[in-house]
């Protein structure tokens, strides 16, 4: 029994390797440092930092404001509500990367391991992930919590809610993926589309069941009582909290519960033998032809389907392209008042000084649209297979011209998402969005011309 479970952990291991593996960045830390490497570290630490500043901020504001309305007890509820839905969003992602479009066990299923074994894996590399994501937002409210108590036992309530909030989200969806699997492999297709409708169902079925649950607000019922009803983030929470200390930390033997019982539920659904098919509904063990399509068309849908299903290119990646522009607006809400925001909306719409406006929004994309990960990483993964991009009967530098594409399609969304903060917060005039847009769209292809030709 213990030589399996080593197995399984050494799959779970494996496949965190080759699903997680942030542009090889172990093996970076295995050579010596470069100044390229120093300064993206630099600033990558940076920016971890300035999140964190502002997240430490607004938790303090929240705690202060819920103090002062007598509603202290709401944000430890508030707080792990809000991770378990941060999890729900983020485990989906991963379970239909990992589940559905992972090419790894395609290749795992030629080794000696049973298919509930490297399911196992899976669903402990998806654990692992919600794990680091989790310490990384509930360390800072332990932290304000127990400042502002002053108890311990704050301490042990999120040590404990933290080695079971993964399992309790995790679970459940990845039993369901393993059932939707199930029925794709009896089907023989549908694989990707009975996953993501059953998730759909799931959540759907939840939000209802809660709703109906909880009913509607009456004289006997005030506000604070549904939403404190509503907004349970477990199961049996409110007994949980009404724990001893001791009981709190007993229950992280869950955590063993969950692996277990998901190695045996996964084992009993899926039995000794799993297989994929293709769209034909043969045994899929080739790679995906793409010969049907254009050149051009078929080394964009690579690109496309490279990048969004690697969960690294897609964080990296859209890291700068979607969370800095919501940087801008976090800053001002933080820092500022509500009068100077309103100053500075006024100042917007104002004639005078509509064109200085359109400056600044145009530099600000032009600062975001310059940290383009999308398009270094696109670049820079072909190195350790170099040896493929020679063989692709497509000239280098036409595939460099669809990399240029598909990095600037990506930008152009964030150019968009940037387009509409500065309208929705900044209140900017629809010309003004499309003399920005205009813009900061030359501004990307020229910049990206300029590097491949570079």
């Known amino acids: 029994m213990m030589y399996r479970w080593n197995k399984v952990f050494q ?31 630099c600033f990558v630490l940076s920016i971890i930092g300035v999140f964190y500043y502002y997240y430490f901020r607004l938790l303090g504001q929240l705690y202060d404001g819920l103090s002062e309305l007598g509603l202290g007890a709401l944000f430890c509820r508030l707080a792990l509500f809000a991770v378990a839905m941060i999890l729900s969003i983020v485990s989906v992602f991963l379970l239909i990367n990992i589940f559905c479009f992972s090419r790894d066990i ?4 030629l080794f000696p391991v049973r298919p ?96 109906l649950s909880n009913g509607q607000i009456d004289e006997k019922q005030d506000l604070l009582n549904w939403v404190n ?15 001893h200390p001791v009981l709190k930390l007993l229950c992280i033997i869950l955590v063993a519960v969950f692996i277990g019982g998901y190695y045996y539920l996964s084992y009993f659904v899926i039995g000794k033998k799993y297989a994929i098919y293709d769209k034909e509904g043969r045994i899929r063990l080739t790679a995906m032809k793409y010969n049907l399509l254009s050149k051009l068309r078929s080394y964009f849908k690579k690109e496309y389907q490279t990048f969004f299903r690697n969960p690294v290119y897609v964080i990296n990646g859209l890291f700068g392209i979607f969370i800095t522009p919501f940087l801008l607006p976090l800053s001002f809400r933080i820092s500022a008042t509500a009068e100077s925001i309103a ?4 100042l917007v719409s104002a004639p005078e000084f509509s064109f200085y406006a359109v400056l600044f929004a145009i530099a600000v994309i032009a600062l975001t649209s310059a940290i383009n990960v999308v398009a270094s990483s696109s670049f820079s993964r072909e190195g350790a297979s170099f040896w493929i991009v020679k063989i692709i009967p497509y000239s280098l530098m036409q595939q460099a011209f669809v990399k240029a594409l598909f990095s600037t399609s990506i930008s152009m969304m ?29 501004f990307v292809v020229v910049k990206l011309f300029c590097n491949t030709c570079g």
């Open 116 to 211: 509930c074994d490297i399911f196992t894996g899976k669903y402990i590399a998806v654990i692992v992930f919600c794990y680091v994501i989790e310490i990384l937002l509930l360390l800072p409210v332990c932290i304000i919590q127990t400042q502002y108590i002053g108890d311990i036992s704050a301490i042990i309530t999120y040590i404990s809610a933290a080695a079971i909030l993964p399992h309790l989200v995790v679970f459940p969806l990845a039993v369901l993926v393993t059932i939707c699997l199930k029925f794709a492999m009896l089907l023989k297709r549908m694989r990707t589309v009975l996953v993501v409708a059953g998730i759909i169902v799931y959540f759907a079925g939840g939000v209802i069941c809660g709703l």
């Open 106 to 109: 395609e290749y795992l299923l």
């Open 229 to 243: 009803d509503f907004i349970i983030p477990f199961p049996f929470y409110n007994q949980y909290i009404g724990f």
């Open 343 to 346: 100053q500075i909306r006024a």
């Open 11 to 41: 799959l779970s291991k494996t496949i965190s390797k080759i699903n997680f593996s942030f542009l090889n960045f172990r093996y970076k830390l295995k050579e010596r440092p470069d100044p390229c490497f120093i300064v993206l570290t």
């Open 414 to 442: 964030g150019i968009i998402m940037n387009c509409l903060i500065f309208k929705v917060y900044f209140h900017y005039g629809l010309i003004q969005i499309g003399v920005i847009a205009l813009v900061g769209i030359l």
